[in-house]
């Protein structure tokens, strides 16, 4: 189990090992922000963008479905 250091939020599930090619201007800002002690490394930063990214993604699609809902109460209400 892996935890983020900022907010100590359990992820569960199987630990994958993936590779990514990126920007090395990206690389150099994650490295600085490791260098100010917001993570340990780089396999803790690129775990927190991709769990705040399926957040982001997550809470959109509630908002969606929030959206659909109000639509259909309203045209319910209509007739």
């Not at 927190?48 to 045209?75: F, T």
């Amino acid at each position: 189990m892996c935890y983020f250091k900022k907010v100590n939020i359990p992820i569960e599930g199987t630990v994958m090992k993936t590779f990514v090619e990126t920007s090395s201007i990206l690389m150099e800002g994650v490295d600085e922000m490791i260098r100010e002690g917001y993570f340990h490394d780089r396999s803790e930063a690129v775990n927190e963008a991709l769990k705040e990214m399926l957040d982001r993604y997550k809470l959109s699609k509630l908002r969606a479905k929030e959206r659909k809902i109000g639509q259909n109460i309203k045209s319910k209400g209509a007739n």
